[in-house]
């Protein structure tokens, strides 16, 4: 899948130190050694590792953090380290920021940025003058950051990393209302925030209603334009996203994802698809979704 992706003009790999517990980072990070010159970002992610106490985050922990990732990755030097959706007192605490930025002084790491989950936690992070990047869910399910979120990074040059880009699935247009899931899934599980934030399941949809309104925006599209394909094309089309971070669990997606973006070259009217995509979230999702993150 790593193969498929670069071959096919991938540039950034997400991954984060908590993934298969490290096994994720230690997997790219012998594939890019075998690679020379490849020139891959690597944004990983630290935070998870303990409990999201605010106390947690100290200058001691974010130092075993990344020094575990450097060796996983075996590299000197983290192109990307990002907050793994801290609590919001530590994405607003200055102290925060003087321990990134010791890391960045004495080369453990090239930049830093956050994941979050709310659009506050964004213009919070956004507003701190050495953040290089926000990750924040984006997604036709999801257009709050189009308020305000996309044009303060935009200004303040700080890029945005859509993540969820494809609703935890949903919006693969693959699922429908017969679809089960393991119980280990947090699609599963998770579905009103029993185990975790309920916006990193299916975006904080409701199943049924999004299964709805994935019916529409599949019949506005043009015949051999997949549902999918549009999305993420749509996602990076917008002003201020830097790059979109869809998973994928074998070569034919990840090969998919990749090609996503020959939509915009091959002239897909992405225009239209933007008027469907809000005038089914004013109907159908805002209500419920827009004031929630």
């Given at each position: 899948?790593?193969?498929?992706?670069?071959?096919?003009?991938?540039?950034?790999?997400?991954?984060?130190?908590?993934?298969?517990?490290?096994?994720?980072?230690?997997?790219?990070?012998?594939?890019?050694?075998?690679?020379?010159?490849?020139?891959?970002?690597?944004?990983?992610?630290?935070?998870?590792?303990?409990?999201?106490?605010?106390?947690?985050?100290?200058?001691?922990?974010?130092?075993?953090?990344?020094?575990?990732?450097?060796?996983?990755?075996?590299?000197?030097?983290?192109?990307?380290?990002?907050?793994?959706?801290?609590?919001?007192?530590?994405?607003?605490?200055?102290?925060?920021?003087?321990?990134?930025?010791?890391?960045?002084?004495?080369?453990?790491?090239?930049?830093?940025?956050?994941?979050?989950?709310?659009?506050?936690?964004?213009?919070?992070?956004?507003?701190?003058?050495?953040?290089?990047?926000?990750?924040?869910?984006?997604?036709?399910?999801?257009?709050?950051?189009?308020?305000?979120?996309?044009?303060?990074?935009?200004?303040?040059?700080?890029?945005?990393?859509?993540?969820?880009?494809?609703?935890?699935?949903?919006?693969?247009?693959?699922?429908?209302?017969?679809?089960?899931?393991?119980?280990?899934?947090?699609?599963?599980?998770?579905?009103?925030?029993?185990?975790?934030?309920?916006?990193?399941?299916?975006?904080?949809?409701?199943?049924?209603?999004?299964?709805?309104?994935?019916?529409?925006?599949?019949?506005?599209?043009?015949?051999?334009?997949?549902?999918?394909?549009?999305?993420?094309?749509?996602?990076?089309?917008?002003?201020g996203v830097t790059s979109a971070i869809p998973?994928?669990?074998?070569?034919?997606?990840?090969?998919?994802?990749?090609?996503?973006?020959?939509?915009?070259?091959?002239?897909?009217?992405?225009?239209?698809?933007?008027?469907?995509?809000?005038?089914?979230?004013?109907?159908?999702?805002?209500?419920?979704?827009?004031?929630?993150?």
């Open positions: 899948m790593l193969a498929a992706s670069v071959d096919r003009g991938v540039t950034l790999f997400d991954t984060a130190d908590v993934y298969g517990d490290g096994r994720s980072e230690s997997v790219i990070g012998r594939f890019l050694a075998a690679r020379a010159g490849h020139d891959i970002t690597i944004a990983t992610k630290m935070g998870r590792r303990m409990a999201q106490e605010p106390e947690n985050y100290t200058p001691e922990n974010f130092r075993g953090w990344t020094d575990r990732s450097r060796r996983n990755l075996g590299v000197e030097t983290l192109d990307l380290v990002q907050l793994h959706c801290p609590p919001t007192e530590v994405i607003e605490d200055a102290a925060t920021y003087d321990a990134l930025d010791a890391l960045v002084a004495d080369g453990t790491i090239a930049a830093y940025g956050v994941s979050v989950e709310t659009c506050g936690q964004a213009l919070a992070a956004i507003a701190r003058p050495n953040v290089t990047n926000v990750q924040i869910i984006f997604n036709p399910f999801r257009l709050k950051p189009l308020d305000e979120v996309l044009p303060a990074a935009q200004a303040a040059g700080v890029a945005i990393f859509a993540r969820v880009p494809l609703a935890s699935g949903l919006l693969s247009g693959k699922y429908s209302a017969s679809t089960t899931f393991a119980a280990d899934d947090h699609r599963a599980y998770n579905r009103h925030g029993e185990a975790f934030d309920r916006g990193e399941t299916f975006s904080g949809v409701d199943f049924e209603t999004g299964l709805a309104a994935v019916a529409e925006l599949s019949a506005a599209l043009p015949e051999g334009v997949s549902l999918p394909a549009a999305t993420l094309a749509w996602i990076v089309s917008q002003p998973g994928a669990r074998s070569i034919a997606q990840a090969s998919s994802n990749a090609d996503a973006t020959a939509l915009l070259e091959d002239g897909f009217d992405v225009s239209a698809f933007d008027a469907v995509i809000r005038e089914v979230y004013d109907r159908r999702l805002r209500e419920a979704i827009h004031p929630l993150w």
